[in-house]
């Protein structure tokens, strides 16, 4: 764990989770790590094109929003790309919570399924 310490006083975000044992380590704006969560051990990284606006995982689908709006999914043990959804603009934040993508914007959130990308209905406040 020293490793991931040193990488949060870098400027690091990290995000971590437990369900598969990988954390998502976001170097805005462009990359996104994949760590070891019990060791940090480095798995690879992640370029998306568009950016890395925000980053979620939940150990097992790593979601990054783009600036643009766009989602991209990767799968969280090997970094393979799972597709892309496109909530539209405005959007400023993704989290991956017990296989849902939560995408984020003002008053708005976007449920979308983590394994195929199907949305799942939205809830307004």
Do not use: W
């Not at 370029?47 to 989602?71: F, K, M, R, Y």
């Not at 003002?106 to 209905?121: K, Q, S």
């Amino acid at each position: 764990m020293k490793f991931l310490g040193r990488l949060a006083l870098l400027g690091f975000t990290i995000t971590t989770m437990s369900a598969a044992d990988v954390t998502a380590v976001m170097k805005s704006p462009s990359l996104v790590y994949r760590l070891k969560g019990s060791n940090g051990a480095f798995l690879g990284q992640i370029q998306p094109s568009g950016g890395v606006l925000s980053v979620g995982c939940d150990g097992e689908t790593i979601a990054i929003l783009s600036p643009h709006g766009v989602v991209s999914r990767y799968n969280a043990e090997s970094g393979a790309f799972m597709g892309q959804m496109q909530p539209g603009p405005g959007c400023n934040g993704v989290q991956v919570t017990g296989g849902v993508i939560l995408v984020q914007s003002p008053h708005l959130v976007r449920r979308y399924n983590a394994r195929n990308g199907a949305f799942m209905g939205q809830s307004q406040f």
